[in-house]
C-alpha cells in the first residue's frame, strides 16, 4: 500500500468519524483531490498568503480564549472534510499583524477568499450547511 493509499484511508476513517459525532448518516458530495480534509493550522503569514493565493479558501480567524470560536471548531473540521475550500486557522493572538490586515475586530471571524481575493467576511458562529453553501456559491 502506498502513502497516499495510507492517506486515503485515514482521512475517509476521519471523516466517518467526523459524521458520526454530528449525527449524519447521509454521504456528503465527493471533495476534489488535492483539497485538505483537514484545516491548515497558519504559521507565518507567507504560508497564509501561499495557502490563500489559489483555489477558495475558508479561513478561520480565532482565539484559544474564545467560546463561541470553540463551538465553531467542529464545524469548521468538518466544513473542511465535506467541501471543495481549504480551511486555514489563523490565531489572532499569534498573528495579530494578519488580523489586522483583514480587518478582523472580533472572534471568531472567517473571510473566504477566491483566487486569492476575499469574497465574503462572516462573524460569529455558522452552521456548517450555512458555510457549505457560502462555500459553494463561489467554488
Excluded at 497558519?42 to 463551538?71: H, S
Excluded at 465553531?72 to 473540521?77: K, T
Excluded at 472572534?107 to 467576511?121: H, K, N, Q
Amino acid at each position: 500500500m502506498s502513502e497516499s493509499d495510507d492517506a486515503d484511508e485515514i482521512r475517509e476513517r476521519r471523516r466517518q468519524e467526523l459524521l458520526e459525532q454530528a449525527g449524519e448518516t447521509s454521504e456528503p458530495d465527493p471533495v476534489p483531490a488535492g483539497t485538505p480534509d483537514a484545516p491548515i493550522h497558519v504559521e507565518t503569514q507567507d504560508q497564509f498568503a501561499e495557502i490563500t493565493a489559489e483555489g477558495v479558501v475558508l479561513a478561520d480567524f480565532y482565539a484559544d480564549w474564545c467560546g463561541p470560536c470553540k463551538q465553531l471548531e467542529p464545524i469548521v473540521e468538518r466544513v473542511a472534510v465535506n467541501t471543495p475550500a481549504t480551511v486555514a486557522k489563523v490565531d489572532v493572538d499569534q498573528h495579530q499583524a494578519l488580523a489586522g490586515q483583514y480587518g478582523v475586530r472580533g472572534v471568531p471571524t472567517m473571510v473566504l477568499f477566491s483566487g486569492g481575493e476575499t469574497v465574503e467576511r462572516v462573524v460569529g458562529v455558522r452552521s456548517e450547511e450555512q458555510l457549505s453553501t457560502l462555500i459553494e456559491n463561489h467554488a
